[in-house]
């Protein structure tokens, strides 16, 4: 594996729906790029579309247009994961996986934890030997500190937090290199929170794996992200690394979500951005800033023409006219 070349390269990727009112601009335009080993934090309010990007990548959802450039596993060259076969898919598939917010809904309730962690292993034919697959899935109830114990159980009988260590589990039955989070702590209590981020951290270290953790929740983004993208109604309005996002946000809908998030420190003040306006609707968006109608910067030139997303010092993107040049 080529670590000097991106391991992920998102190009121009827009996935569209088809509604009674028009085109739904879901992910419109979107380009990044992801290092081997890393965590990219992509957060947003609901609707913003960073669910459907996640999905796009690992392709759960067949993307409009635009690419995702996966690095080959022998390091040479990329795989297209938007334009492969069903059959290529299928091999894809084991490097590429993801981990959803809600265990329950996404584990069948008819399924021991065993028979749950084996259905990915027995799926993809990859043990003959019932001993084999017997030590793989012990294995795996270890990495994830499930107790043996627990191998009978059912998924009601078990707490959220066991729940989603079975749901990543599964993920990982498959050796990947790539896991998309998909909020996967917004339905557990906060204890049970900093478990599973605190294993999800454990386990990048010990295999290396490429993460993409979607949330709402900046708070949590930033304590599991390398870099954090920052959505806004399909589009990335900033990207850039993480502790440089929370000490210089450049854009005003970040500055808007940080100063939401409540300070630890009791003496020190910081002025609450509260966001007025509606969110436009993503059904044929106008070309302009999309969010114009809520920012206080907000001027004529905002209203023609989407803002590219723009480098402003080394590995800090935004999506603003008037970045650096406002005050945060
Ligand atoms: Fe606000 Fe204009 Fe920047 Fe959009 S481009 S975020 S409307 S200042």
Known sequence: MDSSKPYIRVENLKKYFSTKRGMLHAVDDVSFEIKRGETLG????????????????IRLLDSTS????????????????????????KELRKRVQIVFQDPYSCLNPRLSVWELIAEPLIVN?????????????????????????????????????????IGIARSLALNPEFIVLDEPVSALDVCIQAQILNLLNSL??????????????????????????????GQIVE????????????????????SAIPLAKLDVQRERIILEGDVPSPIEPPDACRFAGRCRYAQEVCRHGTPPLTEQSPGHFTACHFAGK???
């Open 66 to 89: 635009g690419n995702v450039l996966l690095q080959n596993k022998d390091g040479e060259g990329c795989t297209d994961v938007t334009k492969v076969s069903a059959r290529e898919m």
């Open 326 to 328: 406002l005050e945060g």
């Open 204 to 233: 990048q270290k010990e295999f290396n794996y490429t993460y993409v953790f979607i949330s709402h929740n900046l708070s949590v983004v930033r304590h599991v992200s390398d870099r954090i993208a920052v959505m806004y109604l």
């Open 42 to 57: 992509l957060v947003g309010e609901s609707g913003c579309g960073k669910s459907t990007l996640g999905r796009c990548l």
């Open 125 to 165: 034919s990859v043990y003959r030997d019932k001993a084999a697959m017997r030590r793989r899935i012990r294995e795996l109830m270890d990495t994830v500190g499930l107790a043996e114990r627990l191998e009978n159980s059912y998924p009601h009988e078990l707490d959220g937090g066991r729940r989603q260590r």
């Open 239 to 258: 990207l850039s690394e993480y502790k440089e996002l929370f000490t210089n946000p450049l854009h005003p809908y970040t500055q808007a979500l940080l």
